[in-house]
């Protein structure tokens, strides 16, 4: 069975990108109801390490879902899966841009800039929404 278990998981390259703390109760308790709904309820009780009635109480907001569960449940979810979940700030939240605290990390958005920089695309949107916002006098 667990050999089943172990092709079920994802690449996860990018899972070591994500900040977990960083994710919201609602987020957390929707990335382990799209394991559950993938796996089932007994097969994500055993790939979680965890009692049923936990996974009851985490889907139902009884409980707030540990790090390191939130962190196993991810294994099995894609990264398109976990983007469609997360959106705007908690996403920002969960790769680090936004600080715990909610500052910003700078040198992450300046890296973010100069990368998108290189693209033709974007960076006429990044030039485009300098002058819509930061016009004198706005």
Do not use: C
């Not at 994802?10 to 070591?16: A, D, G, P, Q, T």
């Not at 049923?52 to 390191?68: A, E, Q, V």
């Not at 790769?95 to 998108?116: N, P, T």
């Amino acid at each position: 069975m667990s050999e089943l278990t172990n092709e079920l998981k994802v690449s996860s390259e990018w899972i070591h990108k994500v900040n977990v703390r960083g994710l919201s109760d609602d987020v957390r308790r929707e990335i382990l109801r799209r394991v559950k709904d993938k796996l089932g309820f007994n097969k994500t009780v055993e790939i979680l390490d965890i009692s049923k009635g936990s996974l009851h109480n985490y889907l139902n907001g009884l409980r707030r879902i540990p790090d390191d569960v939130i962190s196993k449940a991810l294994q099995y979810l894609d990264e398109k899966e976990f983007n469609e979940i997360v959106a705007g700030i908690d996403r920002l939240k969960a790769v680090g841009i936004i600080r715990e605290d909610g500052s910003i990390d700078y040198s992450l958005i300046l890296q973010a800039v100069a990368l998108a920089s290189k693209d033709e695309y974007l960076k006429q949107a990044i030039l485009r929404f300098t002058v819509e916002n930061f016009q004198r006098g706005s």
